[in-house]
């Protein structure tokens, strides 16, 4: 629960660009709600709780996003493809073939749906 202190001392100091911007930073990979909050815990010397953030984890979440996006575009196509090919009805042969493509892209479309929920999983935990 909040405290519900009214805070009636000021205290003013002045900084560099530089040294604004470091203390930008660090108020930012940490939990706190704003940079006045932060640098308060910073000065009575409490704890300051960081959040961090794995980097081979947002590298391979990048990795998975980009794998997402290109097995949706291979999905689209092959569902464009079966349906053109639907159209076609003059060749014997093409309605056993065109059976058996349609297992394969029900097959295709169920992975693709599986690696999605696994990446949208990942990029659930990565958030945190």
Known sequence: MKENVKRNQCLKI?????????ITKLWKASTQEN??????E??????ITVSYRNRSLDDTM?????????????GNNFNQAVH????VDNIPQLKTWLQA??????IVAQ??????????????????
Do not use: F
Request: aromatic share 6%; glycine share 2%; no cysteine.
């Open 42 to 47: 910073v000065l009575l010397q409490k704890p």
């Open 62 to 74: 990048a990795e998975l996003i980009a794998l997402r996006k290109e097995l949706n575009n291979i």
């Open 101 to 106: 493509y349609d297992q394969q892209r029900q």
């Open 14 to 22: 002045r900084l560099t660009s530089a040294e604004s911007e470091v």
């Open 111 to 128: 992975k693709i749906s599986e690696i999605r929920q696994y990446i949208d999983k990942l990029g659930d935990l990565w958030l945190q």
């Open 84 to 87: 053109k090919l639907h159209m």
């Open 35 to 40: 940079r006045a909050s932060y640098a308060r």
